[in-house]
């Protein structure tokens, strides 16, 4: 296969070469232009720190999206939280009675470890190509007539979530230039704290209710589908965690002295933690999957998702999956119950021998629409307690000590709900219709992904369907070192903007 294309060539291939499509709405000029001005943009956009735990980086990111906004024609305003303020912008169509789209997205990032990127600044995007099992720098004059679609910007950020936000932008551009009507009422909100769980969103959004008002709420988060086919997801776990502390001697006590007689804390916690799941994964706390039923048309629409199970396994390197679902897409179905950490004394070479204080383990529990995750903290509670722990929220008294022979301290995290819209939405229909249309390709529909997004409470507060439009490739390492972007995505990306954009909702 070539490795490398003309633009025309580039631009008459792409699809076909990358996501088996047949149908191209923009002539090569008019993609070239929007692929070259959205890296352009994006560049500038990443180069402004948005670490989601500092505050203070998100003052230039706002400044930014104000401008950026405002000169494709969008009326915007800060919307004040408990914290950091949300961004909004709307776009008016001249027909007052055309459907409103809400459009949610974010543009604050995963914190950084610089020692863990193979690039001086995650914040200074940079370009790059396959060489064999690394990756390349390249110089920035190579994107001039030859540009291979595989090639990569680097930078934190590029995929989750600025860098759909900058394709939007742009396919905008290449409306207005091609004169083209968008045939509804567009709200986009812009959230800077995705990243740490949006605590503030839910108050915020029902502040802002007629602000915020619509018919219908679009997400464009995450990746699409591994098999790279158009993808639409109607449906996402919440999540709400828990912290559990199991006790032993007051301070680490030498293990040849006491090992046998002080209670050791870590083999408690083990044996609390493997009560409540089987050795095939599946929870056993009483009513953890109540609810949840499958009909006919919901499997088959589970079982119609392409995954590879081979290669899923492959890239886990595990040799047989838990059996919560009888398959993948099944098993995202269900609530989960992860152990996400567990801390107790001292490990590698700083080991000690001494039967440490304490041992704890952070839990997450993922969601989904049949289950309430104050609920289900509940019943992890209940289990623990008859288990035989007495369970306080702080660190235990010496009263207390000498008093339970089982002392147990959780704390609890925030609750994010789970949501899901009917597979025959006629919004979903739409924006199904519109990707076959564009791409001549059957559209990947999933019922509930793995992760959280949190704009439940948009659907709880506004009474509208969501779905989310995933845009970015499957292996952006979001989240992780070496966040990356395609440029054949971000292609994709502004053919999706523009087609759905200027397709009327029928």
């Known amino acids: 296969m070539l490795k490398f294309f003309t633009m025309n060539r580039f631009y008459a291939l792409i699809i076909y070469l990358l996501f088996n499509v047949s149908v191209i709405a923009q002539d090569a000029t008019s993609m070239n232009k929007g692929l070259q001005s959205t890296i352009e943009e ?23 999206l104000t401008e950026k906004f405002s000169e494709r024609g969008f009326s915007t305003r800060l919307i004040s939280t408990s914290n950091i303020p949300l961004f909004f912008a709307e776009l008016k169509t001249k027909k007052k009675e055309a459907p409103t789209l809400l459009i949610y997205m974010h543009f604050d ?30 110089d920035w004059n190579r994107l001039g007539e ?15 979530d600025k860098g759909p936000i900058v394709m939007m932008l742009n396919a905008i551009d290449m409306l207005k230039a091609d004169k083209k009507k968008i045939p509804f009422h567009i709200k986009v909100v812009l959230d800077g704290e995705e990243e740490k769980s949006s605590k503030p969103l839910p108050q915020a959004v029902k502040d802002n209710r007629d602000l915020l008002k619509a018919d219908f709420l679009m997400i464009n988060d995450g990746p699409v589908h591994p098999s790279n ?29 006491f090992g046998n007689y002080a209670p050791n804390p870590g083999f408690r916690l083990f044996h609390l933690l493997g009560s409540m799941k089987d050795e095939n994964g599946k929870v056993l706390i009483q009513g953890y999957y109540d609810g949840i039923e499958f009909d006919e048309m919901t499997q088959e629409v589970l ?38 950490g567990i801390q107790s004394g001292w490990v590698g070479e700083k080991a000690r021998t001494i039967v440490p204080a304490s041992a704890t383990a952070e839990i997450d529990l993922r969601l989904v629409v049949e289950t309430d995750g104050t609920r289900l903290k509940t ?12 369970i306080v929220d702080r660190l ?43 791409f001549n390709e059957d559209v990947v529909k999933i019922r509930t992904m793995g992760g959280t997004v949190p704009i439940a409470s948009f659907i709880n507060e506004l009474n509208i369907p969501a779905i989310i439009l995933p845009l970015v490739n499957p292996d952006n390492n979001q989240h992780s070192p070496n966040e990356n972007i395609r440029l054949g995505q971000i292609n994709y990306g502004l053919q999706v903007f523009y087609n759905l954009l200027s397709s009327k909702i029928n």
């Open 229 to 257: 086919k158009p993808t639409l997801v109607y449906g996402c776990r919440g999540i709400t965690s828990l912290s559990v502390t199991t006790f032993g001697p007051i301070s680490p006590q030498h293990s040849g002295h």
């Open 42 to 64: 994006l560049k500038d956009f990443i180069s402004l720190p948005n670490d989601a735990l500092n505050p203070d980086d998100m003052d230039k990111n706002l400044i930014w």
């Open 303 to 340: 079982r119609s998702v392409p995954d590879d199970i081979t290669s899923l396994h492959q890239r886990l390197a595990i040799h047989s999956p838990e059996t919560v679902g009888s398959f993948y897409q099944e098993s995202l179905q269900y609530p989960s119950l992860n152990i996400r």
């Open 396 to 438: 235990p008294t010496r009263e207390e000590r000498m008093t339970y022979p089982l002392i147990a301290m959780v704390k609890e995290g925030s609750v994010t709900d789970a949501f899901r819209t009917d597979l025959k939405n006629p919004y979903g229909q739409w924006m199904e219709k519109v990707l076959q249309t564009s």
């Open 379 to 390: 019943l992890v509670k209940e289990h623990i307690q008859n288990k035989g722990y007495f």
């Open 146 to 160: 030859n540009i291979n679609p595989d090639w990569r910007l680097f930078g934190r950020s590029t995929s989750d």
């Open 109 to 138: 990032g995963q914190s950084i470890d610089r020692s863990k990127w193979d690039q001086a600044d995650p914040y200074q995007v940079v370009l790059k190509e396959k060489n064999g099992d690394q990756w390349k720098e390249l």
